[in-house]
């Protein structure tokens, strides 16, 4: 087709709790998707929690929008600056790196400084890399994840920082 457009990542904002209803409905719409959840134990028993809790990410033209808006329990898109915001392909493998490579991921809200704006990252920038702890920006949702991680698992490699094989 000559009109292709190209594919982006879209956060969209569903009910409280119907994350997982909303990717099976995608799926049955060939939309691809992704719903971060991390791996939890409660009362013996393993169960899936949200990483974004009411948040789905779908791959989509611009489009096929209309796709995803008539889906039982989407809201609507995350706007950013009057616009579905769009999530950069390197955040998305960054989210998808995290919860393979550590079992305690969560997320936190990036502090607003007074008195200026932030410029978007260009990819996952490290905030904090200390002995238990990493923390990397996720700018085009605000947020950073942060993984609690063993000492030995972190290395110096000329001026880089390697943690599990991968460079921050």
Known sequence: MFNEQPLAWYAVYTRPKCEKKVADLFTRKKVEHYRPVKQLVRARKMI??????????VHIPESRNWVVRE?????????????????????????????????EVTVEQ?????????????????????SNRVKVELSSLGCMLVARI?????TVITG???????HY
């Open 71 to 103: 889906t039982d329990n989407v809201v609507n898109f995350v706007y950013w600056l009057g616009q579905p915001a769009i999530i950069p392909d390197h955040e998305i493998a960054l989210i998808r790196h995290f919860l393979r490579d550590y079992e």
């Open 160 to 166: 880089s920082k390697t943690v599990n094989g991968h």
């Open 150 to 154: 063993p000492s030995r698992e972190i």
């Open 110 to 130: 990036v502090p607003i400084q007074a008195g200026g704006e932030r410029a978007p990252a260009a990819g996952g920038k490290i905030i904090q890399l200390s």
């Open 48 to 57: 899936e929690e949200p990483l974004f809790p009411s948040y789905v990410f």
